[in-house]
């Protein structure tokens, strides 16, 4: 997608401060020195092109709340630390965790201090950049290093954190992004886990659609469900709230993320909280969201838009038309398309945008480059980006069969990460028929509701590969 959007849409800028000015003048210089800056080779961004340190921006200026309350660096890390949102505020966990002094110190100096946070905390990223080339760390400091503003503070912290030893709340730099206040979802998607969406607990619950080759025995996803509901009602929300406007003056945005966010309303009342803080007219709120509604009830999410300095509405697209609506069951393409071109008309104009995040899975992938042209030629689409499917691994692209995987390849030319996953061989205990079934097994429940649709309808080039086996699946 970078390719696409290079000179049209994002262009990046890497302009880095000067490594011999005092500490004291970084920030009254920032708009001198771009140029001089541009050319630091000890800058943070010049360092990590040249392998010289495997920075990521997350631990310096941003901060993840998961479902249970617990800290994690980002929504990708792989462990989430001892601390929590009930046992440690947040502002004592930015300055002063373990967690994140060792990630920060590794990720600037690998050579002196080694990888063992890395490793435990960031293996995702790590396989990624293995196994295609690019990772949501990559992606992210390219796109935040396109505001030069946002990214020239960011260079300040880093810089005078490598100086004092000491990280602290300076300036307007941070993301908080929220999963903290519940797993409300309108869609059932095939790829989402069980425990963090309401529309897949009920499927499972009232139809019996899982499979348990695929998302582990129904016995621990259960459990899962109930140790997320336990934990959530433990969560002091009101805390929260409090917590996070006590930052409202360093807060650059705040990511809020479902289930599906747009209907939910505790995440309606917490932005209201915010306006009333003052900091709103220089924060942007964005939604990871499914964009099939911008609102529940009289909870119109829009209406924050002129009260905040931007609102990002992050769509989680994975196909176009009939396409979109079959891999994430009961959300309707045409009710996305009117969102999108409401969010571009005049009156939201320069306040807010449409960003796409897509999951790449075995089954996207067959059509996946109709997505990316899509993107590409819609006004109303600022960026897009991807990521490669992970859990269930069943779902991962490289469990294509190989005559599919070699038919596709071409289709991918320019976009090496795809190509690097199709060329990848299947995984050893892999079993395609048992995912075709648990499709199958989606199929049977929608029939004969408006969300009726068919795998090989859809995607007809699958049917080659099915042996019949259906149900025989668990």
Known sequence: MEKIFKDKKMAAVTNSMPGNVDTSDWFKSLSETGKERKQDKNSIMNRAKDKRSWFCVHPFAEMF???????????????????????????????????LKNLRKEMLDPAKHGTKAINEHCIR????????????RTHHMWRESNSKERWDRIERNVRMYEQSGQWT?????????????????????HMCNHDSSSMRIDMMDKHGVYSEKMFGTMKNTKRKIKLVEDNLNKIDRKSVVDQIKELAPYLNSIKIIGGEPLIM???????????????????T????????????????????????????????????????????????????????????????KGKAYVDVNSVVTCFSVLRFDEVIKYCAKNPGIRSAGWLMIERPKSLRVNNLPKKLKDQLIPKYEG????????????????????????????????????????LFDTFPELKEYYDGSYPNNS
Request: aromatic share 12%; net charge negative; glycine share 4%.
């Open 265 to 283: 309303k505790k995440y309606f009342d917490f932005l209201t909280e915010i306006v009333k803080t003052g900091h709103a007219p220089y924060i």
């Open 415 to 454: 976009w090496p990460d795809i190509q690097a996953a199709l060329r990848m061989p299947e995984e050893p205990d892999n079993d395609f028929q048992d995912t075709l079934n648990y499709m199958l097994q989606q199929d049977k429940a929608y029939e004969g509701t408006k969300w009726e649709s068919h």
């Open 65 to 99: 709340i998961e479902l249970d309350g617990s800290y994690k660096a980002c929504c990708l890390a792989g462990k989430s630390d001892k601390h929590t949102i009930n046992n440690t505020p947040i502002k004592t966990w930015m300055e002063d965790s373990d967690y």
């Open 169 to 189: 709340f300076d300036e307007r730099i941070m993301q908080i992004q929220l999963k903290s206040f519940g797993i409300e979802c309108n869609l059932d998607c």
């Open 285 to 348: 709120v964005k939604f990871q969201t499914n964009l099939t509604k911008l609102g529940e009830g009289k909870h119109k999410f829009i209406d924050f838009i002129p009260q905040f300095k931007q609102v990002s509405f992050t769509a989680s697209i994975d196909g176009i038309n009939e396409n979109a609506e079959y891999l994430r069951r009961r959300s309707n393409w045409k009710e996305i398309e009117e969102n999108i071109d409401l969010l571009n008309a005049d009156k939201y």
């Open 125 to 136: 990223c790590v396989k990624d950049e293995t196994r295609y080339g690019k990772s949501r």
